[in-house]
């Protein structure tokens, strides 16, 4: 007689699927072979299930558990049909219903201590939610050791709080704890526990961090920005942006989206459905609540019936894709399973060989049998689950037909298996039972009830089983590895996720390479990068792109520029080995976009470097253009260290690929030409000198491909011959290149190769001609004419511009060859500069003589060679400019650039004197001052003893010339030898000359010479020798000024008063002695001053200030003198002098300051 169970009731998902119609299946058992109570066994309620009610709905809305919930229980009748008892089963519902906890642990006990385990009690007292929801408590190991429950059944949707993050916690103790835990309490019990709205297991920190990372990474993805930027400013102890940060030793799981597509709850059902719930009512119960008659089924019209049973149909199939979702989950589950199996069983231990063989082969198969890729054989649907927990080694025994679909992937190494010889022992001869056998080996201390027991208790089998081992060791060995030790691990991660069957398992391990360290030095980054190339060649370019490309993606704007110098690098690695469609699209795109947005000087660099490998192998024309922006923008980076590599990868590469493309000549160099012309045509009144430095270095990176273009273009090419007797290059034929991809050489592919076009291109030159040498003919006719008229229009009296355009053309005519130079550059600069007096216009000042072609010309194409006739051709050069600017009264900014440029070498200091002696003798008064002039740029780089030999003898010849025009014109270079030369007997000859033009009766009315001698000492003064400065210049100046006081012509009075009021505002900065302060100094001043009040009275106030100042300066010293006289008497006395002392002096050292502050502002 069957009997009603008020409390046997359950509101899971899982009966749904048991019962796809509203009654109850008493045919079928829920679990096949599993061990539990007869069929039609009631489902382990929660405690405090409800009293079952008829609940009727048409609104149903997700097709979730709560449909019908009915639960029968099979009763057993007594031996006296008239006298029944209450089962053991309705006493434990009763008394957990009524939360009398001890007394059902007790009962519980009892059962246990009789044999008679109740699943009710034992299924409660399993599951660690009741406890925590309690006490927190969990239950005692020894009362989850049973074997599983009642329904073997599946885990529950896969949710976050589900997945074992803790397994690869830190923390050793709680990983143990919750992993057993989680391990012990049945699945149907846990998944009733997650799923109840009214019994929810605390959130752990890992969780939370977890879901925090996921939710703030959810937000930014959909635009919720502000509420991220909220949800970080809430959670400040955590950082979004790096998934490590959480704590957790894997990798990132899929994002909120993904999850909830994948393991999230299913979705409603558009049929219109009901809600139904059967159950009896309390009071139709008698008192033993066993009522003699069943209960009659609910009286539901067929229309509802048909409704229900569709839903239940519905949710089966949503269930059954839930299982197929599954399917990864149980695979990770499998080295679990093996140990629970070993636990579970109790295999009998002999020493039999034939039993063990047969252990070992049976091991192997079922082991292996997960090996296989899941989409290839697809999951059978029983309408079961599996229970990990309840699996004993003869329910997992595969059958022979699983064992051999199993065993399909790998043949040959099962082949390799059985032929083995078995391994022989030796039998000890003893007649101990196989059990006492087994309870002796107890003793020997082994691990198999963990994942690290179950992989070391098994032994690969196959070159696949190995590699499956690595794939789900390595996750757990990584972390545990010191970080200056983790490369040792690349060469068995790149092993592995080259030879590992399954793509997830090998992109987590590429995952663990690219985050192995977590700040990669040049050593480790090198390493990482050769095991990438290495992995790219033995999988090939369509795994690459699919597997090692998105993990460079991943970090591309990783926080730590380590990581970022690793994505750069990589794309120029694995340039070669990716699809030339990637190549010319993604990487040339991730590239473009660190190169613009990334701020480390060294990732850029790196960029840089792998854009120029890029360019090496791309082979799309239409990027052309792109590639030339990119070339611009990266010469336009702040950072030395990037242009650098510009010049020394990128620009040698895409002139390589240019060459290919026949643009070398006819679009890249006419493009930058003409940038830098419409640069000078907007800068005429003040050039952008980078951006011009920018252009024209690249033009100049440009060469050795351009020299590459004509040779291979010759018309003798084709005779070019390695066999024979060629002579080596010279060493000093060719300019030093930037880098390796800048020497010709390698450009024309050897050495050899080289010479012997070198050979045939001076032949060729001089004597055969350039009749159809198209390449040769565009330089000569073309490029060479555009560069003169460029130089011909920038601003002489810019140094930077004439030295960038010397460097220019140096490399260009040393590249090209003497013989080019000679015939073909020198000839039409030469028509240009045609040297006589004529062709100087001195009204109109425009002359090429006056541009800046004459020192480019000089510094760059004369002194390319250093033979004995190219020197005497620059000299008769300069001394052609010299008297030719001279006699025609021309300005002289050309032949200054000339000898500023060449000055800087010291090689040419000779040469320069030689062409200054040439002048110092010239019958023209105008060529002599010209040369007296020169010798002002050229003292400051000669050394001293050139300058005593050379320079002053010349000058005092020079200072006693009969013109007074050129006496004068040697001042300035006798203050610049008086500013930096250190001789003493040198400077005292100096000082003579320039005391001859103080003293002199004769040189006492003129004013030129006055003028200039006042503004050298303005100028040499600050930096002269101090005792120079006090005992000679201060007292001529004060000198000067009184003179002027008394000077007659007004014109000429306040000529020298300007002058004087710039000389002593320099002189003003200078540390002057108390004597001479008071004696000339101050004097001198208000000398000026009474200048001042006539002729500018806005000079006068700023006198008056420097006269004010300067008194202060000799009053705070006179009182630290007295002061620093005093005896001291006490230390107290001793130290307020001190600190008045230091206190006067700071005021002295700021007075000064304000002073030249002053003076800077109001000129």
Request: proline share 7%; glycine share 4%.
């Amino acid at each position: 007689m069957a009997s009603v169970n008020p409390f046997n009731l359950s509101d899971s998902e899982e009966e749904a699927e048991r019962r796809p119609n509203e009654t109850v299946d008493t045919e079928r058992s829920p679990s096949d072979g599993a061990p539990g109570p007869p069929l039609g066994n009631p489902f382990s309620p929660p405690a405090d299930a409800e009293p079952p009610t008829l609940l009727l709905s048409s609104n149903r809305t997700s097709p979730s558990g709560e449909g019908i919930a009915v639960s029968v229980a099979a009763s057993s009748a007594m031996a006296g049909g008239a006298d029944t008892r209450v089962s053991v089963d309705v006493i434990a519902a009763q008394l957990l219903r009524d939360q009398y906890i001890l007394t059902a642990l007790e009962f519980h006990t009892e059962l246990l201590e009789a044999g008679r385990e109740l699943p009710r009690l034992r299924d409660y007292f399993s599951n660690p939610g009741n406890f925590e929801r309690q006490s927190g408590t969990p239950p005692a190991k020894d009362q989850v050791l049973g074997p599983g429950g009642p329904l073997n059944r599946a885990g529950s949707i896969s949710t976050l709080d589900s997945l074992d993050f803790a397994r690869y916690s830190d923390d050793g103790n709680r990983e143990t704890d919750e992993r057993v835990a989680e391990s012990e309490v049945p699945s149907q019990e846990r998944k009733n526990f997650k799923s109840s709205p009214e019994i929810q297991e605390p959130i752990r920190p890992l969780e939370k961090r977890a879901l925090n990372f996921l939710v703030n990474e959810y937000l930014l993805k959909n635009e919720y920005k502000l509420s991220s930027i909220t949800f970080s400013d809430e959670n400040d102890d955590q950082d979004f942006e790096l998934w490590d940060d959480v704590g957790l030793n894997i990798p990132k799981p899929p994002d909120l989206l993904q999850l909830y597509r994948n393991c999230g709850t299913p979705l409603p059902s558009p049929r219109d459905t009901v809600d139904v719930s059967v159950g009896v009512d309390f009071g139709d119960l008698p008192g033993n609540c066993i009522p003699q008659d069943p209960p009659k089924k609910p009286d539901l019209s067929q229309q509802q019936q048909t409704e229900v049973v569709e839903e239940l149909e519905y949710q089966i199939s949503l269930l059954n894709n839930e299982k197929q979702s599954l399917a990864e989950q149980i695979k990770k589950l499998q080295s679990e399973i093996q140990t629970l199996k070993r636990t579970v069983s109790s295999p009998p231990s002999t020493l039999d060989l034939g039993s063990q063989n047969t252990l070992n082969a049976t091991s192997s198969s079922s082991t292996s049998a997960p090996c296989a890729d899941h989409h290839s054989v697809p999951p059978t649907d029983n309408g079961q689950y599996l229970d990990i927990r309840g699996v004993s080694e003869a329910d997992a025994a595969p059958t022979p037909t699983s064992n051999q679909n199993a065993s399909q992937p790998h043949p040959q190494s099962h082949n390799k298996l059985r032929s083995r010889p078995p391994v022989q022992f030796d039998k000890p001869n003893r007649k101990l039972s196989p059990a006492f056998q087994q309870a002796l080996l107890s003793f020997c201390r082994m691990c198999s009830d963990s994942r690290l027991g179950a992989e070391v208790s098994r032994i690969a089998d196959s070159e696949e089983s190995v590699m499956l081992m690595l794939g789900r060791c390595l996750p757990h060995i990584v972390p545990n590895v010191l970080l200056a030790k983790r490369e040792e691990l690349i060469p068995l991660i790149l092993c592995t996720a080259c030879l590992h069957p399954e793509p997830k398992e090998r992109d987590q391990l590429l995952h663990i390479l690219f985050n192995l360290i977590k700040r990669p030095d040049d050593e480790q980054r090198q390493m990482i990068l050769t095991g990438c190339v290495a992995f790219a060649r033995h999988v090939g370019p369509t795994r690459v792109e699919a597997e090692l490309l998105p993990q460079c993606w991943e970090q591309i704007n990783h926080k730590y520029p380590e990581r970022r110098l690793l994505v750069a690098e990589s794309c120029g690695a694995l340039a070669p080995y990716l699809p030339k469609e990637i190549r010319s699209s993604l990487v040339l795109s991730m590239l473009q976009q660190m190169l613009t947005e990334d701020k480390a000087d060294m990732v850029r660099e790196a960029v840089v470097k792998s854009l120029g490998i890029i360019m090496g192998y791309i082979d799309d024309p239409d990027k052309y253009s792109q590639g030339f922006e990119l070339m611009l923008l990266s010469l336009g980076d702040p950072s030395e260290r990037v242009v650098s590599a510009v010049h020394q990868v990128f620009i040698p590469a895409f002139a390589a690929w240019t060459t290919e493309l026949g643009t070398l000549q006819s679009a890249l160099i006419p493009s930058l030409l003409a940038r830098i012309e419409k640069l000078l045509m907007q800068g005429e009144h003040g050039l952008d000198e980078h951006k011009l430095h920018v252009f024209l270095s690249a033009l100049q990176s440009l060469i050795p491909p351009l020299f590459a273009v004509v040779l291979q273009n010759a018309p003798f090419t084709s005779r070019a011959k390695l066999h024979g007797d060629i002579p080596a290059i010279e060493v000093t034929r060719f300019p030093r290149p930037a880098s390796p991809l800048q020497d010709v050489a390698t450009i024309i592919g050897s050495r050899e190769m080289l010479s012997a076009l070198l050979l045939l291109y001076d032949h060729q030159l001089e004597h055969e001609g350039t009749t159809g040498w198209d390449s040769l003919l565009w330089v000569v006719n073309q490029l060479l004419p555009q560069l003169i008229e460029i130089v011909g229009r920038i601003n002489v009296t810019s140094s930077t511009c004439v030295h960038e355009f010397s460097r220019f053309f140096w490399r260009f005519c040393r590249t090209f060859g003497k013989i080019f130079t000679n015939t073909k550059v020198k000839p039409q600069f030469q028509e240009i500069l045609r040297l006589s007096e004529e062709n100087v216009d001195a009204s109109a000042g425009n002359d090429i003589l006056t541009k800046a072609t004459v020192p480019i010309y000089a510094t760059g194409v004369l002194t390319c060679y250093n033979q004995e006739e190219d020197r005497k051709l620059l000299v008769g050069f300069l001394e052609d400019v010299m008297t030719t600017l001279s006699l025609s009264h021309a300005p002289l900014d050309s032949l200054k650039a000339s000898f500023v440029e060449l000055g800087a070498n010291p090689v040419y200091h000779e040469l320069l004197l030689t062409v200054l002696w040439y002048g110092v003798v010239h019958t023209s008064a105008l060529v002599r001052c010209t040369a007296a002039r020169m010798f002002e740029l050229l003292v400051k780089g000669v050394n001293e003893t050139l300058v005593a030999q050379r320079v002053v003898p010349a000058l005092i010849t020079l200072s006693s010339d009969p013109e007074i025009s050129v006496r004068i014109s040697t001042i300035p270079a006798f203050g610049t030898i008086m500013e930096t030369v250190t001789q003493k007997e040198l400077l005292e000859r100096v000082k003579m000359q320039l005391a001859s033009f103080l003293e002199d009766p004769q040189y006492q009315d003129q004013h030129s010479l006055h003028m200039e001698i006042i503004r050298t000492f303005g100028r040499v003064g600050p930096n002269a020798e101090p005792r120079f400065r006090d005992e000679f210049v201060l007292p001529h100046l004060h000198k000067l000024a009184l003179a002027n006081n008394s000077q007659a012509v007004e014109s000429k009075r306040i000529d020298i008063a300007t002058q004087l009021f710039e000389a002593y505002s320099a002189l003003s900065c200078c540390f002057i002695s108390e004597e001479v302060m008071v004696n000339h100094f101050l004097p001198g001043l208000r000398c000026l001053r009474a200048d001042m009040e006539q002729l500018s009275p806005e000079h006068e106030v700023i006198l008056c200030s420097m006269i004010k100042e300067c008194e202060i300066k000799v009053e705070n010293r006179g009182m630290a003198d007295a002061q620093g006289s005093m005896s001291i008497a006490s230390s107290l006395v001793g130290e307020d002098a001190k600190t008045k002392f230091l206190s006067k002096m700071g005021q002295l050292t700021t007075s000064g300051a304000m002073l030249a502050n002053v003076f800077q502002r109001k000129k």
